[in-house]
Nanobody
Framework: QVQLVESGGGLVQAGGSLRLSCAAS????????AGWFRQAPGKEREFVAA????????YYADSVKGRFTISRDNARNTLYLQMNSLKPEDTAVYYC?????????????????WGQGTQVTVSS
């Protein structure tokens, strides 16, 4: 079992930045691929970014490429999402997820472990 707790959400103006954190506990976090998803009101949950267990490779949705950066610190059991140049359409609840299989994090919304989410609101 892996427990995930997100933090760092909030209200920011368009063009601003936020950094989300996801603290992991339980089994060895470094054994898992991890990622970020988001869900806006009335919309389905969508993939944002993912990273391999080692942190050596990252994947991004086209909508955030060049603006968001995913990273991890396995020594601290923490996953990060640096979000720059935020837009109102980035407004959503952001969730971190983890799975032993990278494909589950990159290609599906069916990862084994999920956090409770943190709200990000970008005002225009």
């Amino acid at each position: 079992q892996v427990q995930l707790v997100e933090s760092g959400g909030g209200l920011v103006q368009a063009g601003g930045s936020l950094r989300l954190s996801c603290a992991a506990s339980g089994r060895t976090f470094s054994s898992y691929a991890a990622g970020w998803f988001r869900q806006a009101p009335g919309k389905e949950r969508e993939f944002v970014a993912a990273i391999t267990w080692s942190g050596g490779r990252a994947y991004y949705a086209d909508s955030v490429k060049g603006r968001f950066t995913i990273s991890r610190d396995n020594a601290r059991n923490t996953l990060y999402l640096q979000m720059n140049s935020l837009k109102p359409e980035d407004t959503a609840v952001y969730y971190c997820a983890a799975d032993e299989a990278l494909v589950m994090v990159v290609s599906t919304t069916s990862s084994s472990y999920w956090g409770q989410g943190t709200q990000v609101t970008v005002s225009s």
